[in-house]
C-alpha cells in the first residue's frame, strides 16, 4: 500500500473510533431512557433540593402506579399541589400523614427530607392510581436538566452530528479521490554485446 494512503487510514481511524463510540453512548442512552416505560414504571427528574439526602437534585426517580387506598406514610409520591399552594410544579415529597377527609377519601400532607416543616398544604388524589417512587438513580438527571437549556442541547446534540457528518463526508470525499498511481520507472535496458563471428 502506497505511503500516503497508509497515512490517510491512520488518521481516518481515530476518527471513526469517535463516531462509534459516540453513536453507540447515544443508542445506550436511548435504551436506558425507553426501557423503563416498557415495564411500567414512570421517570422523573428531580429539580430541586427538598429531599436531599435521601434523593438529591439531579437524581431521575423511576416511579410505578400504586392504588390510592394502598397508598402508606413513608412512600414518596411526585404529585401536582393543590391550587393555591404557591407553586404550579410537580413535587416529589414524603408523605407524612393520612386522615380521613370531609366528603369522604383521604387527605394527605408531605413533607421534603430536607425540608424542617411540612408541606403547608393538604390535598386529595382524585386518580385511582398514584405514582409512588421505587427507586432513583443519582446524578443521571443533569444530563436532562442541561438539555433544558438550549445553548447546551445545541452542543450536546448538534456536536456529535456535525462529527458524524463530518466523518461521512471525510468517507465520500476518500472514496472520490483518484487512487494516484505511482510512476514506474522506465525499463532500462541490458548491456548487450554483438557476437561477431570470429575467423580462425
Known amino acids: 500500500m502506497p505511503a500516503h494512503h497508509r497515512r490517510?487510514?491512520?488518521a481516518r481511524r481515530p476518527l471513526g473510533w469517535t463516531l462509534n463510540l459516540t453513536l453507540l453512548a447515544i443508542v445506550l442512552m436511548c435504551v436506558a431512557?425507553?426501557?423503563p416505560s416498557a415495564m411500567g414504571y414512570s421517570r422523573y427528574v428531580i429539580t430541586g433540593g427538598s429531599m436531599t439526602g435521601s434523593i438529591d437534585k439531579g437524581s431521575v426517580v423511576f416511579e410505578k402506579p400504586?392504588?390510592?387506598e394502598d397508598l402508606e406514610v413513608g412512600d414518596v409520591i411526585t404529585y401536582q399541589p393543590p391550587a393555591g399552594a404557591g407553586t404550579q410544579d410537580l413535587v416529589t415529597h414524603?408523605?407524612?400523614a393520612m386522615e380521613p377527609a370531609e366528603g369522604g377519601g383521604t387527605l394527605?400532607?408531605?413533607?421534603?427530607?430536607a425540608n424542617p416543616q411540612p408541606d403547608p398544604w393538604h390535598f386529595k388524589l382524585v386518580d385511582e392510581d398514584q405514582?409512588?417512587?421505587?427507586f432513583s438513580v443519582p446524578h443521571a438527571g443533569w444530563v436532562f436538566i442541561a438539555l433544558a437549556d438550549r445553548t447546551t442541547r445545541l452542543v450536546l446534540?448538534?456536536?456529535p452530528a456535525a462529527l458524524i457528518a463530518l466523518g461521512a463526508l471525510a468517507q465520500l470525499l476518500g472514496a472520490l479521490r483518484p487512487a494516484r498511481r505511482e510512476e514506474e520507472p522506465a525499463?532500462?535496458?541490458a548491456d548487450t554485446e554483438a557476437a561477431v563471428p570470429v575467423l580462425v
Open 33 to 35: 431512557w425507553i426501557a
Open 187 to 189: 525499463p532500462v535496458a
Open 8 to 10: 490517510n487510514n491512520a
Open 66 to 68: 400504586v392504588a390510592v
Open 157 to 159: 446534540i448538534g456536536g
Open 108 to 113: 394527605f400532607t408531605t413533607q421534603g427530607d
Open 94 to 96: 414524603r408523605i407524612i
Open 131 to 134: 405514582p409512588v417512587v421505587q
